[in-house]
C-alpha cells in the first residue's frame, strides 16, 4: 500500500458501496458504524477498511493533466479500486456510488482511457439503491474481457 496524498475528509462512499467480510457487510450495504465524523471505529476498523484507498484518495486520478477534487467519489458519484495482483493481470473496478454515475463525462471519460490498456469492471448500483450490485460489465482489451466474462459466467452457473 503507498502513502494517501490526501484525506477523506467528509467522503464515506466506500463505506456505503463496499463489501467488508470481516464484519460481515455486504456490497452497497451501508456500514453499521458510519457516523457524522466518519467511522465509529476508526482506530479498530476491519484490515480490508484500513488498507484500502481509492485512487483518489492516492491521488491517480488526473483530468487534463491535473487532480481533480471534482473526481473524489461522494463527489463524483464513482469509486475508482485498482487490483494489480487478479488473474488477468491488472484490473480497476469502478463501483458507482449512485446509479449510472459511471456515464457521466468524467467517469465514463476515465473509465474509456483506462479500459485502453486495462481490465474494467463497472459495478453498478440498483436502481432501488436497497438490492445491492445490479450488474458488472467489463471493459477493455478484447482478449481481457473475454476471459473475465467467460470466468464470471462460469462462477455463476
Same mark, same amino acid.
Given at each position: 500500500? *503507498?502513502?494517501?496524498?490526501?484525506?477523506?475528509?467528509?467522503?464515506?462512499?466506500?463505506? *456505503?458501496?463496499? #463489501?467488508?467480510? &470481516? !464484519?460481515?457487510? #455486504? !456490497?452497497?450495504?451501508?456500514?453499521?458504524?458510519?457516523? =457524522? @465524523? $466518519?467511522?465509529?471505529?476508526?482506530?479498530? +476498523?476491519?484490515?480490508?477498511?484500513?488498507?484500502? &484507498?481509492?485512487?483518489?484518495?492516492?491521488?491517480?486520478?488526473?483530468?487534463?493533466?491535473?487532480?481533480?477534487?471534482?473526481?473524489?467519489?461522494?463527489?463524483?458519484?464513482?469509486?475508482?479500486?485498482?487490483?494489480?495482483?487478479?488473474? %488477468? $493481470? &491488472?484490473?480497476? *473496478?469502478?463501483?458507482?456510488? =449512485?446509479? #449510472?454515475?459511471?456515464?457521466?463525462? &468524467?467517469? +465514463?471519460? !476515465?473509465?474509456?482511457?483506462?479500459? =485502453?490498456? %486495462?481490465?474494467?469492471? *463497472?459495478?453498478?448500483?440498483?436502481?432501488?439503491?436497497?438490492?445491492?450490485?445490479?450488474?458488472?460489465? %467489463?471493459?477493455?482489451?478484447?482478449?481481457?474481457? @473475454? +476471459?473475465?466474462?467467460?470466468?464470471?459466467?462460469?462462477?455463476?452457473?
Amino acid at each position: 500500500m *503507498t502513502e494517501s496524498i490526501r484525506e477523506c475528509g467528509s467522503c464515506s462512499a466506500c463505506c *456505503t458501496v463496499l #463489501g467488508v467480510h &470481516e !464484519i460481515e457487510k #455486504g !456490497i452497497y450495504d451501508t456500514c453499521r458504524h458510519v457516523c =457524522e @465524523s $466518519g467511522c465509529a471505529i476508526h482506530a479498530e +476498523r476491519p484490515g480490508s477498511c484500513r488498507s484500502f &484507498e481509492c485512487q483518489w484518495l492516492r491521488g491517480v486520478l488526473e483530468v487534463d493533466g491535473g487532480i481533480d477534487a471534482q473526481l473524489r467519489p461522494d463527489v463524483c458519484g464513482v469509486i475508482f479500486d485498482y487490483q494489480p495482483h487478479i488473474a %488477468f $493481470g &491488472e484490473m480497476f *473496478t469502478v463501483w458507482e456510488v =449512485e446509479p #449510472g454515475a459511471s456515464t457521466r463525462d &468524467e467517469p +465514463r471519460r !476515465i473509465v474509456e482511457g483506462l479500459a =485502453e490498456r %486495462f481490465l474494467v469492471m *463497472t459495478v453498478t448500483r440498483s436502481a432501488d439503491q436497497k438490492t445491492g450490485p445490479a450488474e458488472r460489465r %467489463f471493459a477493455g482489451p478484447r482478449h481481457l474481457v @473475454s +476471459r473475465a466474462s467467460d470466468a464470471m459466467w462460469s462462477r455463476e452457473a
